[in-house]
């Protein structure tokens, strides 16, 4: 009998054993990051605490900010994807640009137009929606090998267009009247509590887009943001800040905006709310180039004189090929590319010196400029051209200019050497 409970307790020991050794290297590879992902000290020591879900996803940075390069006098950035920037061939043509021209600054997609975020980051939420796409394997000596060239890096982040967003919290996205079911007691009514990704909204170009005024998704891009700064960026660019433009706007359903509030003053509020979430950051906005000399919100929520109260730099986007037959008198604005972009900056620069007679504003005009072939030619006279009309326009105000180009190699005859 002895024997029988030696051997009893024996097993039961060796079964215990077992467990305690399973479940710490259960939790050990729990804990582990993706493979093909990096994580540093300092980004460990960067991030205090990141809320519940239901709360406001801000990170607090406690360390000291990494080390970034001195403001250049005038900006003059090109633009990047994360997958160029995950190249060293591409990258090694970006320096040798920068060595042999006045580029001196990239603007680096931080999340893109897909809703990706093209490195590992310490947004919780982030890992959660499935939103990082690990392109560039190591952030932070990315940005150390641009600093080291004396290029600014700016970070881009797409904010209300956003496919991942969209599909992991659908009650926060816009949504297709036509694909919601309706109420049984009001065949014309459809039901806003079945708010699934079989629902959403799409533009034309099959993208899904949230609710502009989803604090949520506005605490997630801050959120975002404070991640990059923590990564040395110089400056945050955020883009997509307004309502859809395109695909069928009336089949639009809100679940969180009413209709009753104006479009411009829901984005106004989230501007406003990015500069008190982000004091001392550097901050840019891009808006449609029309905004410059529109007296409108062009039915998406910009208006230029909402913005200049809360960024550093607004950037509207002024390219020729996307003015209507008839902007100027021009039958095809992208033939005249001097015209359309000085008359635009002249315009643009007027509003924010009118702005600054009554109220407090920093914000200094810096556009981007067309530097792809769409309604003409644009070869090294063209996108000289452009850049020429921003110097006429600004004069002693002149701030610099980022130059567009979805390839993203550039045009280096129209640059001037370094």
């Not at 020991?13 to 093909?36: A, E, H, R």
């Not at 919290?169 to 509590?193: G, K, N, V, Y």
């Not at 502009?212 to 700064?229: H, R, V």
């Not at 929520?301 to 100027?328: T, V």
Request: hydrophobic share 40%; proline share 6%; glycine share 6%.
């Amino acid at each position: 009998m002895k024997d029988i409970i030696k051997t009893l307790t024996f097993f039961i020991f060796l079964v215990l054993l077992f467990g305690v050794f399973f479940g710490s290297s259960k939790n050990s590879v729990k804990n582990q990051k993706p493979k093909g992902t990096q994580e540093t000290q300092s980004t460990q020591e960067a991030v205090k605490s990141i809320p519940p879900e239901n709360s406001p996803q801000i990170l607090e940075i406690e360390t000291e900010k990494p080390e970034t390069i001195e403001i250049p006098a005038t900006i003059r950035a090109v633009y990047i994807t994360s997958w160029s920037a995950s190249r060293n061939d591409y990258i090694n043509y970006l320096i040798d640009l920068a060595k042999n021209t006045e580029i001196n600054a990239a603007v680096v997609d931080i999340k893109d137009w897909s809703g990706y975020i093209g490195y590992d980051t310490q947004v919780e939420l982030a890992e959660k929606y499935g939103a990082e796409s690990f392109r560039i394997k190591d952030i932070d000596s990315f940005v150390k090998k641009l600093h080291d060239e004396e290029i600014y890096v700016i970070g881009r982040i797409a904010v209300f267009q956003d496919p991942i967003l969209a599909r992991t919290r659908p009650e926060i996205a816009i949504h297709s009247q036509s694909r919601l079911p309706l109420s049984p007691l009001d065949p014309f009514r459809p039901i806003f509590t079945s708010l699934t990704p079989f629902s959403l909204w799409l533009d034309r170009l099959g993208l899904a887009w949230i609710d502009p005024m989803a604090k949520e998704n506005w605490d997630y891009n801050i959120a975002i943001a404070k991640d990059a700064i923590s990564h040395g960026f110089d400056e945050i660019n955020f883009d997509y800040v307004r309502f859809p433009s395109d695909g069928d706007l009336k089949d639009m359903v809100f679940p969180i905006w009413d209709g009753k509030i104006e479009k411009h003053l829901v984005i106004k509020d989230f501007f406003k709310y990015l500069r008190e979430q982000l004091p001392g950051v550097r901050l840019s906005v891009d808006l449609f180039g029309l905004t410059c000399s529109s007296a409108d919100d062009l039915g998406v929520g910009q208006i230029i004189e909402d913005a200049f109260g809360y960024f550093d730099y607004i950037s509207p986007m002024i390219y020729p090929s996307h003015y209507a037959p008839g902007f100027l008198g021009f039958e095809n604005p992208a033939e005249y590319p001097y015209e359309v972009i000085n008359y635009s900056t002249a315009r643009a620069l007027q509003r924010l010196s009118v702005f600054k007679e009554t109220q407090e504003s920093n914000a200094q005009i810096r556009p981007w400029l067309q530097d792809f072939n769409m309604g003409a030619i644009y070869d090294d006279s063209m996108v000289r051209n452009e850049i020429q009309a921003v110097l006429d326009a600004t004069g002693k105000d002149f701030n610099g200019f980022m130059l567009w180009n979805p390839s993203n190699y550039y045009t280096e005859g129209a640059l001037l050497p370094d």
